[in-house]
């Protein structure tokens, strides 16, 4: 083409991370991970704030279970300017114990193909969780699609599909069962939040904060440099006036 014709284009400013998973929620999402790996990785993050860059490369070499932490030297930090330590919980080394078992080598957490995780197969994983629970909302609310939305789709769709090598008319049944699927996913989709990994760390700082953890600990733990990025990122305390209240009473006592 002889010009980009979205040169011009606005680029949407990124939404601020203000999903919250408070421990009945995550267990929701565990329930919703049949892949035991995948709930490894979640579960380890929810359990240490870790960033998510850390955990997808995190090697058996930077375990310290003697201390129940990881250990990345400087040069591996985010900014390179001194090395990054994460405390593990005791479920994370209960974690850590049974993936090291067998490996004294490698990256540690692997998908079902013994790779590492990529950004893009954690993100697929959380669509198809989110797909899940939005499966399941719409059952308990009882809500199916409809089908005057159906026949306003099944115009839009492509009439044929290929079978070998062969192009073959699809069925109106087949049409419309691709409708109903497409826009049954779409719907699941819109009826469940998408979570992400930043989220269960983000959610890590809210509730070690709301069980009195400081604010300087909390920051220290997460690698942060500014104790004051809490403040600007993590404002999921601002929308609970019943922690905010005890905090208040706290304060005044």
């Known amino acids: 083409i002889d010009s980009n014709p979205i040169e011009h284009l606005a680029m949407p400013a990124g939404l601020p991370r203000e999903v919250y ?13 049949p892949d035991e790996r995948f709930a490894d990785l979640m579960t380890v993050t929810y359990e240490t704030g870790c960033r998510p ?10 375990i310290d279970l003697a201390n129940q932490r990881w250990v990345l030297p400087r040069s591996e930090a985010k900014g390179k300017e001194a090395p990054r330590v994460v405390y593990l919980s005791d479920k994370a080394v209960a974690i850590m114990q049974r993936l090291i078992a067998d490996r004294t080598s490698g990256f540690l957490f692997l998908n079902s193909r013994g790779k590492p995780w990529t950004t893009n197969a954690v993100n697929c994983a959380f669509e198809r969780i989110q797909h899940r629970m939005g499966m399941a909302e719409m059952k308990r609310q009882g809500i199916s699609v409809g089908e005057e939305k159906i026949a306003e789709l099944i115009p839009t769709l492509s009439k044929t599909h290929r079978v070998g090598k062969k192009v073959v008319a699809k069925t109106e049944a087949e049409l419309r069962h691709e409708a109903k699927r497409k826009l049954t996913y779409q719907m699941a989709q819109e009826s469940a939040p998408k979570y992400s990994l930043y989220a269960l760390r983000h959610s ?7 069980r009195g953890v400081d604010a300087l600990t909390v920051a220290i733990l997460m690698g942060h440099k500014d ?14 006036p019943k922690h905010l209240l005890e905090q208040a009473k706290k304060a005044a006592s």
């Open 204 to 210: 890590w700082a809210t509730n070690a904060l709301q």
């Open 227 to 240: 104790p004051s990025q809490l403040a600007k990122v993590y404002q999921h305390l601002s929308h609970n």
């Open 53 to 62: 860059q850390e955990s997808l490369r995190i090697e058996i070499r930077h």
């Open 21 to 33: 998973v408070n421990p009945q929620q995550f267990a929701e999402l565990l329930s919703l991970t």
